[in-house]
Structure formats: C-alpha cells, structure tokens
C-alpha cells in the first residue's frame, strides 16, 4: 500500500468519540516515549555533533506514516514503505537510509543518517520510531562529508537508499562493514548508529506497551484525535488571522560556492481561501552548479509543510499559547504545496549536490514569514539565521587525525511584543561545543566564547545577537565552514533593521588577517593563529528610534549594543564612566529629531541591509562596490567563496 492510499484511508476512517482522561494519557505518553529516546540517545552517542551539539532528531509515526508529535520536526517513514512494504516487516527488523533523493524528501545531506524501527501489537505493524542524527562524516571529499565545492552527490560522501541493516534482530554485519569503511571516523560512527538503533528499539517497546494496555481501537482513535486537533487549531485559531486573498515574496540565497557570488531566488505565492493555504513555489531559481540545492517534492511537499507551517504559530494571541501549539502530521490537511518542475533549488534533479542545503531550508522559515507578514501589516517576527557548520581538521601533536565539527546558532528575530533572543539553535536543545570539551579533545584552544555586541538589528524590538568565538589551534590545521548571509544580513520588519551578516576571520590581529567566504572546504590555519566566528544578528522589529532610552541605556550596560552603536542605529547619546552610563536626554532628543527629519514617509517594511543592494548592484552593474584597501593575505586564502 502507498502512503498516500494509506493517508486516504486514514482520513476516510469513522472518528469516534473518544475519552478526554484516555487521550490526555496517550498524548502524554507518545510526548514522553519521544523525550525518552532523545534522552538514551544524547546519553549514549559518541560524536560531538550528537552527543555534545545534540543535532538529531526523533519522530513518532502512526501506521499510516502520520507524525504524531509536535516538538521537532524529523524525518519520513514514507520511503521505508515504499521499499519494504509493511506486510513483509517483522519484529526486530530495523530499516536504515540517508539518500536525499531516495527518502521522499526528509533527508537534505547525506550526513543525516536515518533509522527506522516498526512497532508491533498482536503481529501487526501499527506504528513507526525514527531517529536521524548528523553525523560527523560520512567520507566525501572532505572531512565532515560537507564539500562546499562539491557539484554532485559522488562527492559528498555515502549514499545509502532504504536498507534493513537488522533482520528480526540481527545485524546485517556486511552492510555496516560498507558504512564503516567510508567514514574517517569509524569507531564513533558505529557508536552513534548504536545508540541510534538501540533508542528507538527502547522506544518501540514503550510504544507496544501503549497499544497493549489501551488496545488498537482506542489508541488509533487518540492518534487521530491528536492530528485532528493540530489541524483545527490551525483552521480555526491561526488562519483567520490571514485575510482571504494571494500575497506574494521572494528571498535569496547568495552563494552556491562555485560560482562568483550572486541572488539565487526562492519565490513564493501564498493564496488564502477560507480554512486553506495554497504555497505555490514558481518563480524559484534553476537549481545550482554547488551544493545548496534541496530536494524536497516529494510525498506532496509533506514534509516541507511540517517544517515551515510552525511559522505561523506566530499568530497565536499570546506567545504563551503559541508555545502551546505543536505542529504535527495535522497540519498537512490545511496547506497544499505547489512545485515548479523539477530544475529548480527545491526540485533539483539528480545528482546534484545539496549538503549545503540549510541555507535553502532556513530561509523557507524567512519565507513564509515575509509572505505573512505583508498580510498581517507586519506582526510577524523579523528574520533569523540560527545555524552553520564551523570546524578544524588536520593532525594532532601525535600524528593522529582529528576532526572538529561545530553548529553554532545566530540572534532571533525581534518581535512586536519583545526583542530576539540571543544565540538560540534551531535545532531542540542543540547547543555550542563546550569550551572544555573542545580544548580536552582537540589540539584547539577558545580564547572567547561571548555574545556579538551591536549584530543585533537595530529596531524598537532589537534582534537577538549572535556569537563571538575565538579559538587557537595548538598545531597546523585546516577550517571548514559551511554557511551562509554572509553578504545579506537577517532582514529587518515593520520598520527594523537587518542583523549584522556572519563571518569568520583567521589570523584575528595578524599580520595575514583576512575574511573568509561562507562555504570553505579547507583553509589553512597555522598554530596559533587566532580565528574568529562571528554569527549572525537577527532583525530588527519596528522602528528604532522608537525604543525606550532605558532599554538602550541596559543594552550599552549590558554590553550588547555599544556607545557608538546606541548613537548610530538608535539616535541615543550614552554619556558617563564605562561601568556606569547614563543617558543624555536632551542630546538624545535633538539627535533623534535630526535623524528623523531626512525620512520621507514610514520606515520600509522590509529591510535587507546594505549587503543586498550592494550585491544586486555589483550583479546587474548598475554600479560598482566601493574600493577597499586590501589586507595582506596568505596565498591559501585564494580559494575562498
């Protein structure tokens, strides 16, 4: 059967009444069988990426491939059943994939390697377990399997379609010797697969356990009653919020890491009508020469849908109700996606390259949001960036590898009602690497680990900061860096401000000191050269001449906003010994009058920051950047994109 005939008769299924006290121990327990495994995984992985950056995902699915839990979004069954239809499963079989073109959709690279366990009552497969993690490498041409020059799949590291790596319980050892030999890091590989498998292997049995003290009957009907409710909350609560009509917006991507730099377009039309939302995506550039590309048409959008239709909980009446509202398999009832053919950013064809397909993935967050926020007179969050991949590779002091891999988040957006917050993950409990960890573990010393002062926008609700990390490696080395709004700032809504735009500096205070690109397969970095990470700031929120002078006064004495930029972006003068500010209010009120008299009209809704008309500009030729008096640079720096 097809998950899609297998949806249809789902849907098509008589609802029945169903006990409140019942579904609230149902719904408890499913949230808690998640929360166990995620717990048994963090506990038992090996890798720094899983064990200490927490990147993985569990996700809990009805026998139909429903995802029944709201708190993160994960993988998809769906491809599993496609390959190995359900009649043939037995206990103890454990599926496993990390193909992006084979898994319908919800595996963007080939380092998120997915297990998948079927949960049995009486005989019968009535449910999925899912855990993927990113994992630290998967071979490819370079360490950490994230080449930023790569141009198809072949250089990015293993692909693996849909494989039953256990048979009723046993291991199939000659597939796992195959992914074992691809890896520069085996032993720690093999150890997150582990724990991986043997989590969800625990977190099928809690799922038995369910099925077998309430029966099938009752579970299902819970397991429909909580897809149900997701869906009506979204019907009935969010979506009038959105006045009927079709909104249009477009945001871009500015690298590929092959080509000189330039906008690459995600389009999106957005139709409400009544209790729907029609996302049509024509208009979306030709998919690129480098790896940003992100497969995802497949299985009716299903789950892109459930990746971005959390945007919308912004529209809640408070943010303690939207924090209440968790986005499950309910949601794809009320959005229906429209692809471009295949060609584009978000259809390529394959083998295109895509381990750098966050950047095309997060700013479909961006996406629906701006597309929103025109229909709401702009009471959406500004922008966001909260991921990219940093590291060191190379030989410690004995000779021995080492491979260093880092997530680092960014500044939220600021909000109508409050500001960003600083240096959050998008990624649930996903957190940067211990200072302690690292310098135990890595010939890498951190000089710094602190908040990036002024990357915020600037806005009557600022936007969140991002870091400041300083490390110095103890022997030569290499960096990798996947990331992007290195050019273009997080925009800015309803008046605010873009963020600061991320970089990484090596040789911070050298005599070589020069800027890196966003995507770096390998930057030389000699021992004790410092190298700086800054990310990014999220936008501002409303028009920053409007934010109260004391919370301007606590940013400066908090050392978020410096002096200089309080005056700048804010029109407040700070007066007074370092450890004690204070305003100057008369000065304050002259310089923001005189700031404000220039202004023709009201703020733009939307603000990009100098990067993107800067880019555009440099693009179309309508005029030429700024000259800038180059820095000495090392001969390696060359390569940078």
Known sequence: MSPDTATALAAAAVRRDVDPVVLQIVEGTVNSIEAEIEYAIERTARSPMIREAHDFRVGLFDRFC????????????????????????????????????????????????????????????????????????IGGRVPGSMPGTAATVFEEGLAIPPIKLYSEGVRNEDAFKIIKRNTRVPEMLAADIDSEVQACIMGARRMEELFDR???????????????????????????????????????????GINDPKLHKLALKMTKRGDRLVLDFNGTDPQSTGPINWPVDYCDGRFLIKWIAPILRNLADTPERAAEIHCNEGV????????????????????????????????????????????????????????????????????????SREVLGGGGGGRAYADGSDVIHIVPDSRNQPAEFTETRFPIMVEKLGLRADSGGAGKRRGGLGYEKIYRPLVDCHTIVTADRVRLGCYGLNGGKAGKPFCVTVDLGGRTEHDLGGLVDGEPVKAGQKLRVATTGGGGWGDPLERETELVWLDVLQGKVTRAGARVDYGVVVTGAEAAPAVDLRATARLRAKLKKPRKGRPAMIDRGPGFELLRNTITGARKPPARKPKPRGPASKRKR
């Open 66 to 137: 429903r995802k029944l839990t709201g708190r993160s979004y994960s993988a998809m069954p769906q491809p599993v059943v496609r390959d190995y239809p359900v009649a043939t499963m037995r206990p103890g079989d454990v599926y496993f994939m990390n193909d992006t073109y084979l898994t319908e959709g919800s595996i963007g690279h080939l380092p998120d390697m997915c297990s998948t366990v079927p949960v049995f009552h009486h005989g019968e497969v009535v449910a999925f377990i899912q855990a993927f993690g990113h994992h630290d490498d």
């Open 214 to 256: 309430f029966g099938k009957d009752t579970v299902e009907t819970c397991f429909q009653a909580i897809l149900d409710k997701c869906a009506d909350i979204f019907r009935n609560e969010l979506l009038p919020k959105i006045a009927d009509g079709t909104y249009v917006w477009e945001d871009y991507v500015e690298h590929d």
């Open 332 to 403: 794809c009832d009320v959005f229906e996606v429209v692809f471009p053919p295949k060609g584009t950013l978000i259809t390529p064809e394959w083998p295109a390259a895509t381990n750098a397909r966050s950047f095309v993935l997060l700013r479909s967050l961006g996406l629906l949001a701006g597309v929103v926020a025109q229909a709401v007179k702009g009471n959406m969050p500004a922008d966001q960036e909260t991921i990219r991949y940093t590291g060191f590779y190379g030989k410690d002091r004995t000779g021995r590898p080492f491979l």
